[in-house]
């Protein structure tokens, strides 16, 4: 098995492979040059690529060919740079830094910015589709995989975690069930999208693809409450604005639970996703070990 720092390396590669544009002017190529620029902006401005990094280990996990997933770790990582653009909108979250910089429409302005982030997903979908059309035996893997994506992007998951997360906003909320909601469809739902379509693409049998969505939902929900908990702790490290979530009036662990209850949570969500993997043997210890460090981050 490559390590996560292997699965990244990987990943960054491939993704400067995609634009070399930095430009901020028109020009008339087969993707405008402004276009290209704001896309690579915020899809080259780092970030851990966890979800990209997470389908490479599934797919290996279960005897896949990581080089032969490549385009489904980029296709991934970029509908998750899009959802960030979309989200750190005027119309969103309003926010004017992501990744310790300014977001890209601070940078492009809204109207650029919402292009980018639709030519990102759109993108995404290109590459996957060219992939799932190549010549190979059996296209049915590549369908799977391009089919749990797209489900944990869409309005049965990141849209729709998306649309409750506004509607909780500034109603002096403290619903924990729309929490759960919110926190599995939002976030959780890409990890699993993720998860799965790595392990469709290495040959799992339905038996080991469901263990991966439920440590996938656990894992996920545990990220976003850690992310709540960061908002309110973190130092000036943490790479976007600190304190937004009570200032927009967000529906957050904290708000539900409190900071202490908060934190029992992410522990106990923990648990449950490392739970989900007893099944597995040692091939899954990179996800052991990948939920202790995002339970323990402090950015």
């Not at 489904?72 to 979250?93: K, N, Q, V």
């Not at 739970?275 to 950015?299: G, I, P, Q, V, W």
């Amino acid at each position: 098995m490559h390590s996560f720092d292997d699965y990244k390396r990987l990943t960054e590669e491939n993704l400067n492979k995609l634009f070399n544009s930095a430009a901020k002017g028109f020009a008339l190529n087969e993707i405008p040059e402004l276009l290209s620029a704001s896309m690579s902006y915020s899809l080259m401005a780092g970030g851990k690529r966890l979800r990209p990094c997470m389908l490479l280990a599934a797919c290996e996990m279960f005897g896949g060919d990581i080089h032969g997933a490549l385009d489904f770790a980029r296709a991934i990582e970029m509908i998750h740079t899009y959802s960030l653009i979309h989200d750190d909108l005027p119309g969103m979250d309003n926010d004017t830094l992501r990744r310790g910089r300014p977001t890209n429409h601070v940078v492009y302005g809204e109207g650029q910015a919402i292009l980018a982030g639709d030519g990102l997903f759109n993108y995404a979908f290109e590459i996957m589709l060219k992939a799932s059309l190549a010549d190979k035996k059996d296209k049915l893997p590549f369908i799977n995989a391009m089919n749990a994506i797209a489900r944990g992007a869409g309005v049965t998951g990141m849209i729709a975690g998306q649309c409750a997360d506004l509607y909780a906003e500034n109603k002096a909320c403290d619903d924990a069930q729309l929490l759960t909601y919110i926190h599995l469809k939002k976030t959780a739902a890409m990890f699993k999208g993720a998860v799965t379509a790595g392990a469709y693409l290495g040959g799992a049998d339905e038996k080991a693809i469901n263990a991966l969505a439920v440590f996938s939902d656990n894992f996920g929900q545990m990220f976003q409450v850690t992310d709540d908990i960061l908002d309110v702790t973190a130092d000036e490290g943490f790479g976007k604005s600190k304190g937004k979530d009570a200032e927009e009036g967000k529906l957050t662990a904290v708000s539900v639970y409190g900071l202490e209850g908060a934190k029992e949570l992410a522990e106990k969500l923990t648990n449950q996703a490392l739970n989900a993997l007893a099944d597995f043997d040692e091939k899954a210890d990179c996800f052991r070990l990948l939920t202790r460090d995002m339970y323990s981050r402090k950015h």
